[in-house]
T-cell receptor
Framework: GQNIDQPTEMTATEGAIVQINCTYQ??????LFWYQQHAGEAPTFLSY??LDGLEEKGRFSSFLSRSKGYSYLLLKELQMKDSASYLC??????????WGAGTKLIIKP | DAMVIQNPRYQVTQFGKPVTLSCSQT?????MYWYQQKSSQAPKLLFH???????NEADTPDNFQSRRPNTSFCFLDIRSPGLGDAAMYLC?????????????FGPGTRLTVL
């Protein structure tokens, strides 16, 4: 079956760095996405990786290793507004997104 | 601004009373999706349309139907809502024209079943 695993919840301090991991097993691979979802709102796109390596976008970076079925999202200089759920999703061979359940990130002052 | 719009944002219905949720987009994307998301869970794909080609997920209950009369609009009909259908319903669009093909989401409709 297809499976996306990510931690349920993480806590970090304002101004610090946090890494959210995601492992996946899917039928085919056409890219990995990270989305941010604030409580009661829709997911918003953060990043996309299809080749191995690191993609950097401001305070957020995303890493992919296809051979290991592994990705992480790195958030630097954490701000209180970064408190949200972060969802990892993989596009499979049918171009459908397989979603993880999300990691709830709690930022403390 | 190009966007995905969902109406209403909040919908209350009674057990067994049919309800229709609507989605429109100004992105001119050829693919539209309906997801159901319950608290602290992953979005669950119900249907998607590639242009007018309708694709029903195998485990989507018959109680859920969908219509896409044109490129811009898509509707989700719940024929006889049960208490277990209370959830956030998300509409998303994408284009499979190359590139990341990320999905753009509307704000969602939160459905309450009394």
């Amino acid at each position: 079956g297809q499976n996306i695993d990510q931690p349920t919840e993480m806590t970090a301090t304002e101004g610090a760095i946090v890494q959210i991991n995601c492992t996946y097993q899917t039928s085919g691979f056409n890219g990995l996405f990270w989305y941010q979802q604030h409580a009661g709102e829709a997911p918003t796109f953060l990043s996309y990786n299809v080749l191995d390596g690191l993609e950097e976008k401001g305070r957020f970076s995303s890493f992919l290793s296809r051979s290991k079925g592994y990705s992480y999202l790195l958030l630097k200089e954490l701000q209180m507004k970064d408190s949200a759920s972060y969802l990892c999703a993989v596009m499979d061979s049918n171009y459908q997104l397989i979603w993880g359940a999300g990691t709830k990130l709690i930022i403390k002052p | 601004d190009a966007m995905v719009i969902q109406n209403p944002r909040y919908q209350v219905t009674q057990f067994g009373k049919p309800v229709t949720l609507s989605c429109s987009q100004t992105l001119n994307h050829n693919v539209m999706y309906w997801y159901q998301q319950k608290s602290s869970q992953a979005p669950k794909l119900l249907f998607h349309y590639y242009d007018k080609d309708f694709n029903n997920e195998a485990d989507t209950p018959d109680n859920f139907q969908s219509r896409r009369p044109n490129t811009s609009f898509c509707f989700l009909d719940i024929r006889s809502p049960g208490l277990g259908d209370a959830a956030m319903y998300l509409c998303a669009t994408s284009t499979l024209a190359g590139g990341p093909n990320e999905q753009f989401f509307g704000p969602g409709t939160r459905l309450t079943v009394l």
